[in-house]
């Protein structure tokens, strides 16, 4: 039998999708399982974006360009336009998913390894997309403490060496939930540009910035318009994950050039998709007011149920539908595995991500779960009950030092 | 300003693509294009699936199963059957078009630095593929003559090294047509089995078989069930090049639990794309009949066509819906641009694939292009009409030794 390459044993399997069988299993002894973890809201898809899918009339479903539909990329600058975000049509090439245009980041920039600097926890597929491109990740910490603001400029000046290519970040953050304030982000374009490094920036979350935060673009940054690449999708935006459109985009016109080659390798992305995604460009804005709303009442209300558990702390994130809550556990595979496995209160459990899958460091995230608040309120409060009393009879306790002395709750 | 990668660099552009400004130049003067140089096909996509896309009645557009829709993929168990490939639904992952399907082969079974051994002329976005990767292709020479049979088993032999882990064909191929006989297959499933190599298999176009020939699948062969990654699209059986819905198909279950990996990272295939192949599943026979019919007659017509012109000599394909034709010209870049740029008849002219392209030892189709005869036939008469009065006018005529000798046309 012909061996695996060494690349394929070494891919990651998805932490978020790996407690599924545990899932399955509970499904077929009777329980309803609230699912907080995974990223698939609950959202309904704009009007606009499932009419233009119903009124589909061609009577061949064309290759579109490479690069993608140009009505939709020529329609996409409006978007970006009213987050003040000025890019040519030209500087759009459509993907298949924000996935793809991470895909093409990587390969049109890092070679085999090159090492990228990241922000952890981050978004746990990006093992994979770097492990596909065989380049290194080099993590740097971010704390539950200050909430996963960036780390200090001095620690990523740390990590930089020959072969240190990229920074990456998401903004605002999965699994976190922070959002990176201009200064943040402008002491980050000034790293960049004192070492010549590419910013990738995954903002597909931009929608979802709360409590009046502003949302600050890589492509707002002023001297370093030749580094970025900004990787975007409609997946959050419009709740169409399944539509797969995305976006890379960059002011520069050498990386643009060599996009679009691994582009073309791949013929063009989703013609359905790239409609639906054309016609979400109308949605009204009463659509994104009432979403943010909904997501607002959701984290506030999750956030203060987390903090009122004993030995819990979650803090309070300005961005996504996201939030990563440290608990009193001693290994949180461990214990979401026991949430489906073993334990059900009424009938019912809640199934999250534990925050391993989101650290690079081993042995990081081992206290923290990823908690995605895609579901409306009732249930997210039936599962917030399910996981207190779930707490109370987690057999394998431990309480955080921080919880023991009293402090870490500010 | 940071630097593009060497992979980005080294990625090659599309050779099909490339001609496209020419193209749009001429037809601003007023031009009228005969388009023979893609496999964009004229036939319409059924109505069943062009139906479902218009019933879509969800109202989330959700993420499917990162290995696609799985009442799709059971049910893609019976189109496979039709073809007596007996496949479990577990043996089946959903890709992103075939492009995507032959990325995660090239990723689960190959290393930077290994070699894959694949007849030429091929298609021209293996090279890209591999280039992704990081794999080398070893090209074997399939010759005109022959009508780009499968070269010699001795000839793959002298090829095979340490570094080699794969083989790679497309059966019935792009570009040349051409479909491998059973005999020919299970020789080469002799030398899989012997060097215990990889043996993947694009086979987009089994739909595309003519004059009786029996269509063999690399899924048929005994005893190397554990070599064989067939790679399947629905682009052009069902005309639906922009549903971007593929497949990556094997009885080897440890290379469907890496694909698997891979497939997750990138989070599901397009969902319209995936409702749109399952309804054509139920795609009546009828339309299969009609559409092989016509590219029979188009076939027929246009090897005929060629072959009367002077100078011109073009193998019958069985197959797929392309031929490649050796003409009387010094270089098939410079001519098929010069089409374009250059040349019109009555307002007219024709686009063409230089087979440089399609060929990976330099110097090789410069007298060769490839024709798509995906036009209807009054079309593709139009189009061979100019490309005679071309081939008269061309100032850089060049005859084949075998034509000035009078063989070659058996």
């Known amino acids: 039998m012909p061996h695996i390459s060494t690349k394929g044993r070494e891919m990651p399997p998805s932490p978020i999708r790996k407690l599924v069988p545990y899932a399955e299993a509970a499904k077929q002894k009777g329980l309803k399982i609230y699912h907080l973890n995974i990223g698939q809201p609950d959202i ?3 009007e606009v974006m499932l009419n233009a899918i119903r009124n589909y009339s061609d009577k061949i479903v064309e ?3 490479s690069a993608g ?12 336009n009213r987050y003040s975000i000025q890019v040519d049509f030209s500087e759009i090439i459509i993907t298949t998913g924000g996935s793809e245009a991470i895909e093409i980041a990587m390969m049109s920039c890092l070679d085999p390894g090159d090492e990228i600097i990241i922000p952890e926890p981050f978004y746990a597929n990006y093992n994979g997309f770097c492990t596909q491109a065989n380049v290194k990740i080099v993590p740097i ?5 200050t909430g996963f603001a960036l780390p200090p400029i001095s620690e990523f000046e740390k990590l930089i060496g020959l072969k240190t290519k990229a920074i990456m970040i998401c903004n605002p953050s999965n699994p976190t939930g922070y959002l990176y304030s201009k200064s943040e982000l402008e002491s980050l374009a000034a790293l960049v540009k004192k070492h010549d490094l590419w910013l990738f920036s995954d903002e597909v979350y931009r929608e979802f910035c709360y409590d009046a ?3 600050t673009s890589v492509m707002h940054l002023k001297g370093i318009e030749n580094n970025v690449v900004m990787l975007d999708s409609i997946s959050k935006r419009y709740s169409a994950c399944g539509a797969r459109i995305g976006a890379f985009v960059s002011h520069n016109k050498e990386v643009m050039n060599t996009a679009l080659k691994f582009a073309q390798a791949r013929l063009s992305p989703p013609t359905f998709g790239q409609i639906a995604a054309e016609a979400g460009i109308d949605t009204p804005e009463s659509y994104f007011n009432e979403v943010k709303e909904e997501y607002v009442s959701r984290r506030d209300y999750l956030v203060s149920a987390l903090n009122s558990m004993e030995g819990v702390f979650c803090p309070k994130p300005s961005g996504a539908f996201y939030c990563i809550a440290r608990l009193p556990i001693d290994n949180s595979d461990a214990f979401c595995q026991w949430l489906l496995e073993e334990f059900s209160f009424e009938n019912q459990t809640v199934m999250l991500a534990p925050a391993t899958g989101f650290y690079s460091h081993p042995g990081l995230g081992l206290d923290e779960v990823r908690i995605a608040y895609v579901l409306n309120l009732n249930d997210l409060k039936n599962a917030m009950t399910c996981l207190k009393h779930a707490l109370d009879a987690y057999p394998n306790k ?7 002395s009293g402090s870490g709750k500010a």
Chains 1, 2 share one sequence.
Do not use: G, V
Request: hydrophobic share 20%; net charge positive.
């Open 141 to 145: 910490q971010s704390s539950i403490e």
């Open 69 to 80: 539909i140009e009505s939709y990329r020529k329609k996409l600058t409006e978007y970006y």
């Open 213 to 215: 935060k502003p949302y």
């Open 63 to 65: 290759y579109s360009h």
């Open 398 to 404: 431990r309480m955080h030092k921080a919880e023991l």
């Open 44 to 46: 309904q898809t704009p």
